[in-house]
């Protein structure tokens, strides 16, 4: 597999697992019968705890492409910078502080919403617009070098 070919395999895959987990799974699960708002945390939880990890993957096999790439725009270069922020962001702060709310809302001990629910949701939606500048720009750029 070429370096080109992580550069864009990878934001569009990362793409598609955060826009399944964050704005698919995530409200629909609270929808299905018999699903408690504690089970549905608890449920959250492990699924957004592997979704991180998956994208730390992602973020790695990104950061080998343009480590290793000898044509990294500024353009492509900033935006996964951008994407790397947000990442950190969430895996050091976000997620740790929603993780210690969904404890006190399954003690039954807090409201069930917050305003980082709100922040985590603004996060992965530019998120999501960067990883898919980031893949379409990739694109561009291969083809551009293919046809030189």
């Known amino acids: 597999m070429t370096l080109s070919?992580?550069?864009?395999?990878?934001?569009?895959?990362?793409?598609?697992?955060?826009?399944?987990?964050?704005f698919i799974e995530a409200p629909l699960k609270f929808q299905a019968p018999g699903i408690t708002l504690p089970l549905g945390?608890?449920?959250?939880?492990?699924?957004?705890?592997?979704?991180?990890?998956?994208?730390?993957?992602?973020a790695f096999l990104l950061i080998f492409a343009f480590w290793r790439g000898r044509s990294n725009t500024r353009f492509?270069?900033?935006?996964?910078?951008s994407i790397l922020l947000l990442l950190l962001l969430e895996t050091v702060w976000l997620l740790p502080v929603l993780d210690?709310?969904?404890?006190?809302?399954?003690?039954?001990?807090?409201?069930?919403?917050?305003?980082?629910?709100?922040?985590?949701?603004?996060?992965?939606?530019?998120?999501?617009?960067?990883?898919?500048?980031?893949?379409?720009?990739?694109?561009?750029?291969t083809l551009q070098e293919v046809e030189r």
Do not use: C, Q
């Open 41 to 58: 945390l608890g449920i959250g939880r492990l699924v957004f705890f592997a979704l991180n990890k998956m994208e730390i993957v992602a």
């Open 100 to 141: 210690a709310r969904a404890d006190l809302v399954i003690a039954g001990t807090a409201a069930p919403f917050s305003g980082a629910h709100i922040l985590y949701i603004v996060f992965d939606a530019v998120k999501l617009i960067a990883l898919l500048t980031l893949g379409i720009t990739a694109v561009r750029n």
């Open 76 to 81: 492509e270069t900033g935006l996964f910078g």
């Open 5 to 22: 070919t992580l550069k864009i395999a990878v934001p569009f895959i990362w793409f598609g697992m955060v826009l399944a987990i964050s």
